[in-house]
């Protein structure tokens, strides 16, 4: 696998998982052609500059909050829905930014997360068979045979969804929005009332004391773009490989190319087979590239992961997202990281602590305790205590809404609550509640460090 015989279609030669049944072969390839006319959605200089501050993240001078939804949805595309989620990711960076003193790289799963791996390939409910739910690029979560079909189309409008919504997400975090004598105003009513929502406006009240403080000093407050302005910058996980060759582009600058759909893409726990095709496609484009970690994941095959995709050993190139779930992460971990020290390797390490963490309650929907949640995350900064690597930081599904998908935190959910407002069309998300609380143990954690 040598760079000289890459090509953004060099990975149709190799097997590719989780690509969904297209029914109308030629419908794909007009579709995939189209998109390749469209314009990039983020450009190349972004990219590398994304790169840049991952790569501080490896030094261990910078964490990472990577946030969103486990699956955007098609039909929330109203402009408060995504600002409520870019609130809490705001909320969530300042806790860590003020109460743990780190600069936070901020990075949202969102603007092109449509693209979903599943265990199996079909579903049954009472009896009927179809197939399962792939993202809203492929079809519907509605269990219905039109439903479920896989749709083309549906790949432009994922474009376009995600256009829409990267025009919002530039406008929200350069026009105003989030500027920092605003931070009070990212703390949604919901979450105001409870104790981290008092606890987090403590925090706001002392920054807004603090520009107070400095503008008192004779210092320009207004010329400091840094304190107007925000770097969000986007995620996905690089599944629809087809999509994501249609949006390659090579760099005029650089000759590089790069996967324009979003700044930082990342392979699955169920595609990243060392000789498979989302690790050869990735592996030719110059994005900051993640790759998520099972607990099955061995030192060796994550040293050759390290070796394909960043054999230059660039830092920030590479993110090692674990979720080994909250009981495996104490064994599983130090091993890798171990490795991944003695090979000099540059890697960030991020913990991943819901996907690990899934399981089907009582009342029988699929959730994710806090508890456990917060666990893994205690025990992905013990492991990096432990081996003298730096946890780098975390990457977690949320939402803005005040949703009951997740069991604790102060909301207090409990499994008889989830029913109330269950509308994940994938996995279940934390609400603005529990993902302050998680920012606030992150905190500590870091602080302790
Ligand atoms: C996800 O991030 O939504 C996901 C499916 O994760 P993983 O590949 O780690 O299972
Ligand atoms: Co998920």
Redesign the pocket.
Known sequence: MSTDTWSPTSWRNHPAEQQPQWPDQVALDDALKTLAGFPPLVFAGEARALTAQMGEVAAGRAFLLQAGD??ESFDDFAADKIRDKLKVILQMAVVLTYAAGVPVVKVGRIAGQYG??RSSNTETIEGITLASFRGHNVNSEVFSAEGRRADPARLLTGYHQSSATLNLLRAFTKGGFADLSRVQAWNQEFVASSAEGQHYQEIASGIGRALQFMKACGIDTASEAQLHQVDLFTSH?ALLLGYEQALTRRDSLTGDYYDCSAHFVWI???TRQLDGAHVEFLRGVCNPLGV?L?PSASAEEVLALCEVLNPERQPGRLSL?T?MGATKVRATLPPLLEAVRDSGHPVAWVC?PM?GNTFTSGSGRKTRDLNDIMDEVAGFFAAHAAVGTWPGGVHV?LTGDDVTECLGGSSRTLDHHLDTRYETI??PRLNGRQALDLAFRVSELLGAG
């Open positions: 486990c699956a979903k791996p996980e699955g726990e169920r998520k099972g997202i979720r991943d996907h599904e994938c996995d």
